[in-house]
């Protein structure tokens, strides 16, 4: 079957891949509609390596409930890999999972004639505007892309090449080169480490700090992470990078620096504020914490016991 996806947003960056304008209006001739094919699931691969976990959760149910409905609205982009029948998904694995716990057997699909490095930037770019992409998925795609750009060969020099690159994928991505190039950090990471990361018991930051220890550093991390209970704040992933960039860093450094009190980690008390604006009603929370504050300093003073007047402090 053929079917015009000319007018279809969702095609921008397939065209861009073909070369194809994404103007049609614009082009000085009109541009061949893709061809859309149905091909059996048997034959079609994951990409080697992608970065994107395809979880059974219920967003997938419902994707796969909405297929048997519906059918697959989008195809599936697939190239074909050489010298097999068999083809490479390059945008479509959701889809495909979806698809196969529907009971589809086979799944429309557009076939790229593009090579492995194409292949890359393309299956990044149809993958990053996802939404609750996991810090994981964005530091692989984002390493994955910029080899890819390397490979192309597209700058004359090897030395400035990733430098270059990064400042191509963060245009693309409306981010800086430097925000590429912190996620990008996140792959040195040991997988347990980033695990944490992508959970959001450790932040954005103090990971990318923490991605300069060495393998043999980041394991008693993880081993002082377990005995302690907690997990390094930006001040003491720093303290834990400088020390190691110095040659100073030892396995009882790790577990003193993470053992220290953290503010966030003090004792509180948490009441929900459901509860206290039954007693404050119309209150911002603001006002309820002030309020809060006035009555506690109000019960103080009457609490206080009063003092004994004084031999000598008579009317004179």
């Avoid at 049609?24 to 094919?37: F, I, R, S």
């Avoid at 057997?105 to 292949?119: E, F, G, M, Y």
Wanted: glycine share 4%.
């Amino acid at each position: 079957m053929t079917e015009n996806l000319h007018n279809n947003p969702h095609w921008n960056s397939v065209r861009k891949a073909l070369g194809i304008p994404t103007d049609p209006a614009a082009a000085d001739a009109p541009a061949a509609p893709m061809t859309v094919t149905a091909l059996p699931l048997s034959r079609l691969r994951p990409f080697r390596d992608h970065p994107y976990h395809v979880k059974e959760d219920d967003a997938l149910s419902a994707l796969s409930e909405s297929i048997c409905e519906n059918g697959i609205l989008s195809p599936v982009i697939v190239r074909r890999l050489e010298g097999t029948d068999d083809y490479e998904i390059i945008s479509g694995h959701r889809r495909t999972k979806a698809a196969e716990l529907a009971g589809l057997t086979k799944v429309p699909v557009i076939v790229l004639d593009i090579d492995h490095d194409a292949a890359v930037i393309q299956m990044v770019d149809s993958n990053l505007h996802r939404e609750n992409l996991l810090p994981s998925e964005k530091a692989f795609a984002y390493k994955m892309k910029l080899e890819a750009i390397s490979h192309q060969g597209k700058r004359t020099s090897a030395q400035v090449a990733p430098k270059l690159s990064t400042d191509l994928i963060g245009e693309a991505e409306n981010v800086s080169k430097d925000t590429i190039k912190r996620y990008i950090r996140l792959t040195y990471l040991d997988p347990d480490l980033l695990a944490l990361v992508d959970e959001g018991r450790i932040s954005f930051t103090p990971a990318v700090e923490l991605s300069y220890l060495s393998e043999e550093m980041q394991q008693v991390l993880l081993t002082a992470i377990e005995s302690e209970d907690c997990t390094p704040s930006l001040s003491q992933a720093c303290r834990m990078k400088k020390l190691f960039a110095a040659g100073q860093l030892t396995d009882d450094d790790i577990f003193d620096i993470l053992a220290e009190e953290k503010p966030n980690q003090r004792e509180m008390v948490k009441i929900p504020l459901d509860t206290l604006q039954h007693f404050f009603p119309d209150y911002t929370p603001n006002q309820i914490r002030n309020a809060i504050v006035r009555m506690l300093e109000q019960q103080a003073k009457v609490r206080q016991p009063e003092r004994k007047p004084s031999r000598d402090s008579g009317v004179r």
